[in-house]
């Protein structure tokens, strides 16, 4: 089993930035692919950005160039920093993991966090 643990939500302003944390635990997890998706209300759920384990990185079109996910450090944490949010990027945003990134990419990570909520204000 492998937890996910997501921290950092909250309210910011439009322009403002907040950065994201997901924690990985678990005796399973072993050099996984680890993402962060996002659902705003009355939409379907998104992918986001997304990261190997050996630091290949892949971002949705939307957040290019403002979101930035970490590599996957040694206490098995990685974050995203988030700039330039606008209201757009209102959301409960959720970390997700798996073997491969293109699985985490597709939606179909078998590990979920909880999600944590980002409000953009105008």
């Known amino acids: 089993q492998v937890q996910l643990v997501e921290s950092g939500g909250g309210l910011v302003q439009a322009g403002g930035s907040l950065r994201l944390s997901c924690a990985a635990s678990g005796p399973s997890f072993n050099r996984y692919a680890m993402g962060w998706f996002r659902q705003a209300p009355g939409k379907e759920r998104e992918f986001v950005a997304g990261v190997t384990w050996h630091g290949i990185m892949q971002y949705a079109d939307s957040v290019k160039g403002r979101f930035t996910i970490s590599e996957v450090n040694a206490e098995n944490t990685v974050y995203l920093q988030m700039n330039s949010l606008n209201l757009e990027d209102t959301g409960v945003y959720y970390c997700?993991?798996?073997?491969?990134?293109?699985?985490?990419?597709?939606?179909?990570?078998?590990?979920w966090g909880q999600g944590t909520q980002v409000t953009v204000s105008s």
């Open positions: 997700a993991s798996d073997l491969t990134l293109g699985t985490v990419v597709r939606g179909l990570s078998k590990y």
